[in-house]
């Protein structure tokens, strides 16, 4: 069975320029989410996908960070315009469903931002 | 913010040795997960233990759950070179069942 899948695995930008990450989850996976982790720090969630819909994202900065994801499928997460705070590792991860049958998240590899 | 806090920050040890790392949080919790990442790699899951659980064993793996005294310990017995990683704690908030991670305790097993 396939993993999480992410890409590009490595993306180094000047700052306020624009960037993109792609992740596809595990077939059959409902709940998608996104992370950033910064160095020596523990992932800290985004946002968090029920199929399309947008169920918790509270912490992901909305006047630059913007998610999508069409059909319940795969995602994308943009920042508009990076700033060098934004270097850090975003993770993706998806489970079957989250909510009261609590179920354990598969993470991609990540893909590691550097701002310059 | 952060509801687990993993201890110690850094571990070395010898490959053979037990390696112990412990993880406080703050709130009520549902469950709380012990997950591992290599370096440079994604975060690969060990281990879910329940609130109304105590122990739980999954091969080298001994995790043990206090809910009075807030605080998880994950044993690895019989360490290798492999298992060299940093270990985070991911506890759910109560009631929100989505995991907030720890900064983790880096685990170096020295061949």
């Known amino acids: 069975e396939a993993g999480v899948v992410q890409s590009p695995r490595y993306k180094i930008i000047e700052k306020k320029q624009p960037v993109a990450f792609w992740c596809n989850p595990i077939?059959?996976?409902?709940?998608l989410y996104w992370y950033r982790q910064n160095l020596g720090q523990g992932p800290e969630l985004l946002i968090r996908?029920?199929?399309?819909?947008?169920?918790?994202d509270s912490q992901l900065p909305k006047d630059r960070f913007s998610a999508e994801r069409l059909k319940g499928v795969d995602s994308t997460l943009k920042i508009q315009p990076a700033e060098l705070g934004d270097s850090a590792v975003y993770l993706c991860?998806?489970?079957?469903?989250?909510?009261?049958?609590?179920?354990?998240?598969?993470f991609g590899p990540g893909t590691r931002l550097l701002v310059l | 913010s952060q509801q687990g806090e993993e201890d110690p920050q850094a571990l070395s040890i010898q490959e053979g040795e037990n390696a112990t790392m412990n993880c406080s949080y703050k709130?009520?919790?549902?469950?709380l997960q012990w997950y591992r990442q290599n370096s440079g790699r994604g975060l690969v899951h060990l281990i879910l233990?329940?609130?109304?659980?105590r122990e739980k064993h999954s091969g080298r793996l001994r995790v043990t759950l206090d809910t009075s005294k807030k605080s998880s310990s994950l044993l690895i017995t019989a360490s290798r070179a492999a298992d060299t990683a940093s270990y985070f704690c991911?506890?759910?908030?109560?009631?929100?069942?989505?995991?907030?991670f720890g900064r983790g305790t880096s685990l170096i097993v020295h061949p």
């Open positions: 991911a506890t759910d908030e109560g009631g929100s069942y989505i995991p907030t």
């Open positions: 991860a998806s489970s079957l469903e989250s909510g009261r049958a609590r179920e354990t998240q598969y």
């Open positions: 077939s059959g996976h409902n709940t």
């Open positions: 233990i329940r609130s109304n659980e």
């Open positions: 996908y029920e199929n399309e819909e947008a169920v918790d």
């Open positions: 709130t009520s919790i549902n469950n």
